[in-house]
């Protein structure tokens, strides 16, 4: 059966004695033969004739509440202390003054169809004075629709809306400045505004509430104060929940991130509102500075880059350090392994975007881990508009533990997102990320598990150490697997030995899945979450622990895809820095562990690092190429300590560096790959190169995920070769892909 339409209406009154009987006749006979059911709330905005006692005596007869104004007086005020009484989802708000005629609601509320949440009475004629005519006219134009891009009748004294809406926004509007304000954020909440053309018709009795003398200087001063005040996310309404997951609306555009993360801890937003005014500060200082004495500004600049240059050059000389004093990493034996265990249920997420041809090597990737197979829940999370991937991995017969979730299209288009869609599908106690073309250790889930119980309850994560199975593909893979032998080997271990907040793995990185929804799962907005979700734990006062298993991954072998990943990381690095230092003081527990010192060296200092490069580099050559012409000039630049500090940096550091480099390598025994990483600062510039790149996106597309193509390995027979030889998998033998042959 079809269900009756209501509506609330909600009349603000202030002195309306005399027109309110008669409205209410009118909107009876409006909505009394389209048989609309329907209630009037009675605004009584502090009115000094007999209009309580009219609307009171209304009540008795007809369905009127009567509500009395609590707060400030004023339109806008009386229209949110109505809402908190409405019964009924459409609502209308009706001036009292009889110049908007009810009889044109029945064809407004036909009009609330699809995305539509708005309908505006337009006032196409007016019998109103002329002065009043032009006045409304020049507000609409310069203030609804320059300043707002509102091309509607923003003052008009009759709307019908969803109520949703009041329930989802926040207005800050007060006086008569209400509808400006409700409009700009409904727009923003994603809804539709139409008008539907009225006649405006003259005040029935009473004087006009609004002089055009006190009014518009208040009402402008309003509407330029609703420009330059940042519209806020708005989040989905309960029942959007239900059906599309959590997600909210900006500047009119639907964003479905599946978390409940605020969007000041998340990087949806590049810089907050303080951040912006240091900033601009710190510009406007530096800029001053150079123009009273360009010399000593410049010489404080090198000065401080050599410092913080310094400063994580000994950092890092601490981490290899404690890395080789005592090993960090939580080491699962075979004979924890062997001993008899009840083992909880483990999900597995694997987000996969286009990339259906490693998914064979997947499946049996997932098919050796040496866990109960009725206790896997493994997750292939697709996206809506991969149908490609979709129908090929719907063509498989995948193994029962397998499930195939189609994530449905919305925005951002990013892996995290895609996590946090599998978060609210996830059934086991524990889970873990693993990319599509990841060869994980067999043992790792009973590791992490084992991992997980020798652990205090601080310890909220366990990530496993990541290298290649195809480091000898060509040199860029060569010199990728050093920096990831260095990285995981090395500096992970010593960043654990101090309880530094750790940079997470994009995989291999196991959880509570408990854990995951109280820290509120990925940013869905930060290209690099995993760097991200590491600090926000940290944050929270938890800690990450390294275990002894590996995650064979493919090393990036063409250049130009390396690129694009690399400069998805850095600008991924860039988001989480600004997210967290909006912040920082939430790093510090207590006195003993200060971690945003450890943040500004483990994501600023690496950041920094990229841009540092390659101003010392050509400041170095250009002193000992061009001495004779610009050596004092420079030189002029560098007193003493500073100068001392430089040139330990420049000599003693660059060698410190290339030589973890070879630590990482023989460590995890690349002995054939040491002589490759006299290639690093090739590669370092790379990354610089990669870093402005990086800068560039941050302003143009901040949130855009450029996809890192796999699967290149197995187009190179030798790569294929190497691989087999060490993950031990038949990465191209049909009887590897048994378990997922065509159906």
Not at 44 to 67: C, F, G, I, K, Q
Not at 553 to 576: C, L, P, V
Not at 599 to 628: C, D, E, H
Not at 630 to 647: D, N, R, W
Request: aromatic letters at 12%; hydrophobic letters at 40%; a positive charge.
């Amino acid at each position: 059966m079809k269900t009756q339409p209501r509506l609330s209406i909600i009349v603000p009154a202030k002195n309306e004695a005399e027109n309110l009987p008669l409205l209410v006749r009118q909107i009876h006979q409006a909505l009394s033969k389209p048989h609309i059911q329907y209630e009037i709330v009675i605004v009584d905005d502090y009115s000094t004739d007999n209009t309580l006692a009219v609307a009171r005596s209304l009540a008795r007869r007809w369905p009127v509440r009567v509500v009395q104004q609590l707060g400030r007086t004023g339109r806008a005020e009386a229209i949110i202390e109505a809402s908190r009484h409405l019964r009924y989802e459409t609502v209308a708000v009706l001036d009292a003054d009889l110049q908007y005629s009810p009889s044109v609601l029945p064809k407004m509320m036909r009009k609330l169809t699809g995305n539509t949440g708005v309908v505006i009475a337009q006032r196409q004629r007016s019998e109103t004075n002329w002065f009043r005519r032009l006045a409304s006219r020049s507000y609409q134009n310069i203030f609804g629709y320059l300043l707002h891009d509102l091309s509607y009748d923003v003052q008009s004294g009759l709307k019908v809306f969803r109520r949703e809406i009041l329930e989802r926004v926040t207005i800050q509007a007060h006086g008569w400045s209400f509808d400006l304000e409700f409009l700009r954020q409904a727009r923003n909440a994603g809804y539709d505004i139409v008008e539907v053309p009225i006649l405006h018709q003259r005040r029935y009795a009473g004087k006009s509430k609004r002089s055009l003398i006190t009014a518009t200087p208040t009402m402008s001063t309003a509407a330029i104060a609703f420009k330059f005040r940042r519209l806020q996310a708005i989040p989905f309404h309960a029942d959007q929940v239900k059906e599309k997951g959590h997600g909210f609306h900006h500047h009119g555009q639907e964003f479905i991130p599946h978390s409940n993360l605020h969007e000041s801890d998340s990087a949806f937003h590049r810089l907050s509102r303080p951040q912006v005014f240091v900033t601009t500060v710190l510009l406007a200082v530096l800029l001053v500075s150079l123009y009273i004495n360009w010399h000593v500004t410049i010489t404080v600049f090198i000065a401080i880059i050599t410092l913080l240059y310094f400063t994580d050059l000994l950092f890092n000389l601490y981490l290899i350090y404690r890395s080789f004093s005592k090993s960090q990493e939580v080491q699962i034996t075979s004979t924890a392994l062997a001993e008899p265990t009840t083992w909880p249920t483990y999900t597995i997420f694997c987000p996969l975007y286009k990339e259906w041809k490693v998914l064979p090597q997947f499946v049996s990737a997932m098919s050796r881990l040496d866990y109960p197979k009725e206790k896997l829940q493994v997750l292939l999370l697709l996206e809506e508009d991969d149908k490609e991937t979709i129908r090929k991995a719907r063509g498989f017969s995948l193994p029962s533990y397998f499930q195939i979730e189609v994530i449905p299209h919305s925005k951002p288009k990013t892996k995290p997102k895609a996590l946090n869609y599998g978060l609210t599908k996830a059934t086991g106690e524990f889970s873990v990320v693993y990319d599509a073309e990841d060869i994980p250790d067999p043992q790792q889930l009973k590791k992490a598990v084992l991992a997980f119980r020798q652990a205090d309850d601080r310890t909220v994560c366990i990530q496993a150490k990541l290298n290649f199975y195809n480091p000898h593909q060509n040199i860029l893979t060569r010199v990728f697997t050093a920096e990831y032998s260095l990285w995981f080997d090395l500096v992970l271990t010593g960043l654990q030995s101090i309880h530094a907040p750790i940079p997470l793995g994009g995989t291999s990185n196991h959880f509570r899945t408990k854990d995951l929804h109280h820290l509120q799962g990925w940013d869905a907005f930060n290209v690099t979450e995993d760097c991200d979700l590491g600090m926000r734990l940290v944050k929270h006062g938890y800690r990450t622990a390294v275990v002894n298993s590996m995650t064979m991954e493919e090393a990036n072998s063409d250049m130009m895809n390396w690129f694009q990943q690399r400069t998805r990381w850095i600008k991924g690095y860039m988001q989480t820095y600004l997210v967290h230092m909006r912040h920082p003081q939430r790093f510090m527990r207590d006195w003993k562990e200060p971690h945003v010192i450890t943040f500004q060296l483990v994501v600023g200092g690496k950041i920094l690092s990229m841009f540092i490069n390659p101003t010392m580099w050509i400041i170095t050559i250009a002193y000992f190429s061009l001495r004779p012409f610009v050596g004092s000039f420079i030189e002029s630049f560098f007193p003493a300590p500073v100068l001392y500090m430089a040139v330990f940096s420049l000599i003693f550091g660059n060698f410190l560096y290339i030589y973890y480099y070879m630590i990482g390598c023989a460590k995890r025994e690349y002995d054939d790959i040491i002589k490759y990483v006299f290639l690093v600062p090739f590669y370092w510039l790379a990354m610089s190169i990669s870093a402005w790149r990086a800068v560039y996106e941050m302003f143009t597309q901040p949130h855009y995920w450029a996809k890192t193509k796999h699967g290149l390995h197995l187009q190179k027979k030798k790569a294929v070769a190497q691989a087999v030889k060490v993950t031990g998998i038949k990465l191209v033998d049909q009887r590897l892909i048994a378990q997922v042959k065509p159906s």
